[in-house]
């Protein structure tokens, strides 16, 4: 069992940054990989970024060049870091851990992009 827990959303405007960090209570070196979700209202829940055990990263097509996602092994964290923020990068984001065939979530916190 993992257990995530996100922090770190809220309001921004357009434009704007935000970090989200997600606490991890296993080691991230026990992990296969970590992704950021999201889910806007009436849409399904995408892919946003990923980071595997070996370092590798994958972002959607929408966030590419804006969004970062980076481990920090000694905390056990993972951020995503969002730049340039577009109202249509409103939703809740989800932490994501992938381990032995089982993907585990984090409650999800809210952002809205807005003026």
């Known amino acids: 069992q993992v257990q995530l827990v996100e922090s770190g959303g809220g309001l921004v405007q357009p434009g704007g940054s935000l970090r989200l960090s997600c606490a991890a209570s296993r080691s991230l070196y026990r992990l296969n990989s970590m992704a950021w979700y999201r889910q806007a209202p009436g849409k399904q829940r995408e892919l946003v970024a990923a980071v595997t055990s070996g370092g590798d990263t994958n972002y959607a097509d929408s966030v590419q060049g804006r969004f970062t996602i980076s481990r920090d092994f000694a905390k056990n964290t993972v951020a995503l870091q969002m730049t340039s923020l577009k109202p249509e990068d409103t939703a809740v984001y989800y932490c994501?851990?992938?381990?032995?065939?089982?993907?585990?979530w984090g409650q999800g916190t809210q952002v809205t992009v807005s003026s």
């Open positions: 994501n851990a992938y381990s032995v065939g089982l993907h585990y």
